[in-house]
């Protein structure tokens, strides 16, 4: 079992800039991954990184978001910089495990606000 653990969320003007954290405390932890979702709409995926460091993003936020790990700390951040009022969704952090198989967890999420 892993403990997922947001922080990080809150209210900022369209064009500031906020970092999401997320500690996992568990074993075996392979990639980890933000996603978000927005009323009325599916979780998507926003940035993901692997143990080894490769990353990937969603295209409406290649550019203006990065995605970092502590693997010594089982952290993954998310800086995002200038964000729109289309970035407003709750922030979901996903760990991947490896232990005879893959298993996902999921933080309880995080709201992200920006306001026009």
């Known amino acids: 079992q892993v403990q997922v653990v947001e922080s990080g969320g809150g209210l900022v003007q369209a064009g500031g800039s906020l970092r999401l954290s997320c500690v996992a405390r568990?074993?075996?932890?392979?990639?980890m991954a933000w996603y978000r979702q927005a009323p009325g709409k599916q979780r998507e995926l926003v940035a993901g990184?692997?143990?080894?460091?490769?990353?990937n993003y969603s295209g409406s936020v290649k550019g203006r978001f990065t995605i970092s790990r502590d693997n010594a700390e089982n952290t993954v951040y998310l800086q995002m910089n200038s964000l729109k009022p289309e970035d407003t969704a709750v922030y979901y952090c996903?760990?991947?495990?490896?232990?005879?198989?893959?298993?996902?967890?999921w933080g309880q999420g995080t709201q992200v606000t920006v306001s026009s």
């Open positions: 996903n760990v991947r495990t490896y232990y005879r198989g893959y298993d996902d967890f």
């Open positions: 568990g074993f075996s932890i392979n990639a």
């Open positions: 990184i692997t143990s080894s460091g490769s990353t």
